[in-house]
């Protein structure tokens, strides 16, 4: 079972940027969709950004402009997050649907 690691959060003030990595225990990515998701205590998890094998990528409406999802290879996926708002506080997931996987999380907090 393919493992998921994502790295790359932390504490930035309003207005800033942070890049999230996802990494994948084997080559994944170039075969199969993934997207990235975040939640916050008593929330449900969200989707915040889609990217398919083919490259096409779908995000969130509260996101669109400000995050990018990319990828680097079939092993590694970015969330580049910039003007970032005390609203994106939350702890962000990587997953692979169709493999049914997900990350351990990264915690990504902003500061007004």
């Known amino acids: 079972q393919v493992q998921l690691v994502e790295s790359g959060g932390g504490l930035v003030q309003a207005g800033g940027s942070l890049r999230l990595s996802c990494t994948a225990s084997?080559?994944?990515?170039?075969?199969?969709?993934m997207a990235w998701y975040r939640q916050t205590p008593g929330s449900r998890r969200e989707l915040v950004a889609g990217?398919?094998?083919?490259?096409?990528t779908n995000y969130e409406d509260s996101v669109k402009g400000r995050f990018s999802v990319s990828k680097e290879n079939g092993y590694t996926v970015y969330l580049e997050m910039n003007s970032l708002k005390p609203a994106d506080t939350a702890v962000y997931y990587c997953?692979?649907?169709?493999?049914?996987?997900w990350g351990q999380g990264t915690q990504v907090t902003v500061s007004s």
């Open positions: 997953s692979v649907p169709t493999l049914r996987v």
């Open positions: 084997r080559s994944t990515f170039n075969l199969n969709d």
């Open positions: 990217l398919a094998a083919t490259g096409a």
